[in-house]
């Protein structure tokens, strides 16, 4: 068996022709989907970007216990097990996170990696470089990354997909392989050669706008359409590589002993309820309902699976094509029972959301986003890493009031608790309090039910979803809910 995984971040479910849209071009996705098994009602775990990588790592909810970090000493992760049992790993990348301040420990465990460098925030060039004219966001080290991109092939995506290509030629007659490829686009920012931003937007005449501010309403209407222009743009760049690769493994006959899956972590808000970004604010489904497809060798798929399915799932599914079991419990669940015809589901519910902030629930029916009631209510953070690299700040300094005990049941050793204390137990609220969205009736949540006759099952069913993972006592109180269990 050999297994490739395909993680592109912020990919929007609603610019995928798939999922009945189709708002970017993307023809070679679209073949994907006529060989796949297509998810319907897939959901995000824990957001954003490296909470979803310890999560798939892992296969273990994170947000409910601690923020943006790095592998704790416990985890026993996918590379590192897999490893275990003799299959070959690789981690093709260009997402800098992987290797920051604080999260910098994802790719020990592979047998190999390629990190492609310049995306975002990445400390890179240090030339010194004018600021060009522009719109929305744009820092200016990327502003001097930009100096190494002048041509198409020069961009981050090409260069990782061209990477997989490559890696794919040499390596092809391995027995068992699993590749990981952590494709940060169509993250922001979205550059993306002109011609292929003007094919959406051919009469834009304003200055350089692909990088957009965080928040609501902070955008005109003309400026929002541009930005879904250059995302869509960006989309459609990836499709035309992610074509290549699809070509290689044809060449290759790859397709027969090859099983492809195609994920991200999260969307990206580009108007959608008045927002950009993705900022603090209620998870709406436009940043949790999320783009899932999955092939398996010798092709059979072509169909849309109903069943509901999350993030945290894509451990056990991984583990499971090589014929394995994660030898720790996991809140992961394979997902090959719903497409081989054993079973019609694998979960009743999902779980969502940031550290320190409401948490969502999701089932067949509804979704439930339980906001925080009470703020100053006590927030622990559960470690043994203690650097947190970008969220550093907002973290206090490590006291006396730091503890060691056994506080996660199924973590194997004393983990640290350490008190958050205001302001960092209010860390980014958002404003708006409980919801629950009909997801049938309701697709685009316009209609919020919460404090109707159906919040109290709902309430009751997260309790019950909270203690089946043992989230930390102290956050019913946060929630306002009046029972652990």
Not at 335 to 356: C, I, Q
Not at 371 to 376: K, S, T
Request: charged fraction near 20%.
């Amino acid at each position: 068996m050999k297994v490739i995984c395909l993680l592109c971040d912020s990919l929007n479910r609603h610019f995928l022709s798939a999922y009945g849209q189709g708002v970017a071009e993307t023809p070679n996705l679209d073949w994907l989907a006529q060989r796949a098994w297509v998810f319907d009602r897939h959901f995000s775990g824990s957001l954003p970007t490296m909470p979803t990588r310890r999560e798939v790592w892992t296969g273990n909810y994170e947000f409910l216990w601690r923020s943006w970090g790095a592998l704790e000493p416990w985890d026993r992760d996918l590379p590192g097990l897999l490893a275990e049992h003799g299959i070959l790993t690789m981690l093709i990348t260009d997402s800098y996170h992987l290797f920051e301040n604080g999260s910098g420990n994802y790719h020990i465990n592979f047998d190999g990696w390629e990190f492609f460098r310049g995306f975002e925030n990445d400390p890179w060039v240090t030339e010194p470089t004018p600021m060009p004219a522009h719109k929305g966001n744009l820092n200016p080290r990327y502003a001097r990354n930009m100096r190494r991109m002048q041509q198409e092939e020069d961009l981050p995506p090409a260069k990782t997909l061209r990477c997989v290509e490559r890696w794919l030629q040499k390596n092809y007659m391995h027995e068992q392989f699993f590749l990981m490829i952590d494709e940060f686009a169509p993250h922001e920012p979205f550059n993306t050669p002109d011609y292929l931003v003007r094919k959406y937007d051919p009469d834009y005449q304003g200055p350089l706008l692909f990088w957009p501010d965080y928040g609501k309403h902070v955008h005109t209407e003309r400026e929002v359409r541009h930005l879904r222009a250059a995302y869509a743009a960006h989309v459609e760049l990836i499709d035309k590589y992610l074509g290549r690769v699809f070509e290689t493994m044809s060449d290759l006959d790859m397709w027969q002993d090859t099983a492809f899956i195609l994920m991200t972590d999260h969307g990206h808000f580009l108007g959608e309820h008045g927002m950009t970004g993705k900022p603090s604010c209620p998870p709406y489904n436009t940043l949790v309902h999320i783009p899932f497809m999955l092939a398996l060798p010798g092709g059979g798929g072509g169909r849309h699976v109903d069943a509901l399915s999350g993030n945290v799932d894509v451990f056990a599914t991984v583990l499971d094509l090589f014929g394995l079991q994660s030898p720790a419990p996991v809140h992961s669940r394979s997902l090959l029972p719903l497409v081989r015809g054993g079973s019609a589901a694998v979960r009743d519910w999902s779980l969502y959301g940031y550290f320190g902030r409401g948490v969502g629930y999701v089932d067949n029916a509804h979704t439930y986003i339980k906001g925080i009631e009470r703020p100053g209510a006590a927030l622990n953070l559960y470690s043994l890493g203690w650097n947190f690299g970008r969220y550093a700040g907002r973290m206090p300094p490590l006291t006396d009031a730091l503890e060691v005990g056994r506080f996660m049941r199924d973590v194997p050793v004393p983990v640290g608790r350490l008190p958050l204390d205001a302001p960092e137990a209010s860390i980014e609220q958002y404003d708006g309090g409980d919801h629950l969205y009909d997801l049938n009736r309701d697709p685009e949540q316009q209609h919020n039910l919460a404090g109707g006759a159906d919040e109290a099952p709902y309430r009751e069913a997260l309790c019950k979803a909270l203690a089946e993972v043992d989230c930390p006592a102290e956050l019913y109180t946060r929630l306002g809910l009046d029972t652990a269990g």
